[in-house]
């Protein structure tokens, strides 16, 4: 099906502006959207990994133990160069995709879970599958932080979930935004 590509195939790119703004149902935007989650679990099928890959820290620390933080994306997604070697999944990029794949979402949670993603304060930043990253024997490497702005677009989330789309009913009721 035909769908807007994006620069990096990130997930933040496509699902972000739904947390806020309305898309008139069967325009192409608005299919795009779907299109893009459906196409990022069919790309981690393939690679036998969870799926939800967007800009994140990975496993790789500065000289002060701080996580580094880059775009990751999906080949066939996006313009960017070199994607088919981003191999790092993060946890609030399949949380976007609650209100359109929920079951999906929920599955995928609990595969994060089980592969140790799950700390005191949340689900981790992020799972970097990438072989230079990861421990000798481990698959991948748990990116064990949280951001703020990350645990925030995740709440955004599931609360228009469960709440009916409650922010973009906000976010629209403001009268500049209406016009």
């Known amino acids: 099906a035909p769908f807007l590509l994006s620069w990096g195939g990130t997930m933040f790119e496509?699902?972000?502006?739904?947390?806020?703004?309305?898309?008139?149902?069967?325009?192409?935007?608005?299919?795009?959207?779907?299109?893009a989650v459906d196409a990022q679990i069919a790309?981690?099928?393939?690679?036998g990994e969870p799926w939800g890959v967007s800009e994140s820290a990975y496993a790789r620390?500065?000289?002060?133990?701080?996580?580094?933080?880059?775009?990751?994306?999906?080949?066939?997604?996006?313009?960017?160069?070199?994607?088919?070697?981003?191999?790092?999944v993060t946890p609030y990029a399949s949380l976007l995709a609650v209100s359109t794949h929920?079951?999906?979402?929920?599955?995928?949670?609990?595969?994060?879970?089980?592969?140790g993603m799950l700390g005191t304060y949340g689900l981790y930043e992020a799972l970097d599958f990438s072989n230079e990253h990861a421990a000798v024997g481990q698959p991948a490497a748990v990116v064990r932080s949280y951001m703020a702005h990350?645990?925030?677009?995740?709440?955004?989330?599931?609360?228009?979930f469960l709440n009916r789309r409650t922010m973009v009913q906000?976010?629209?009721?403001?009268?500049r935004v209406e016009t």
């Not at 906000?170 to 009268?175: C, L, M, S, T």
């Open 14 to 35: 496509y699902l972000m502006p739904a947390l806020l703004m309305r898309s008139r149902e069967g325009t192409l935007l608005a299919r795009t959207g779907a299109l």
């Open 43 to 47: 790309h981690s099928k393939t690679r």
């Open 61 to 88: 620390v500065d000289a002060g133990e701080t996580y580094q933080y880059r775009s990751f994306g999906v080949p066939g997604l996006g313009f960017k160069r070199g994607l088919e070697d981003d191999r790092v």
């Open 102 to 115: 929920p079951h999906e979402v929920v599955e995928n949670i609990l595969e994060l879970e089980e592969r």
């Open 150 to 160: 990350h645990q925030g677009m995740l709440f955004v989330a599931l609360g228009n």
């Open 170 to 175: 906000r976010f629209h009721a403001d009268p």
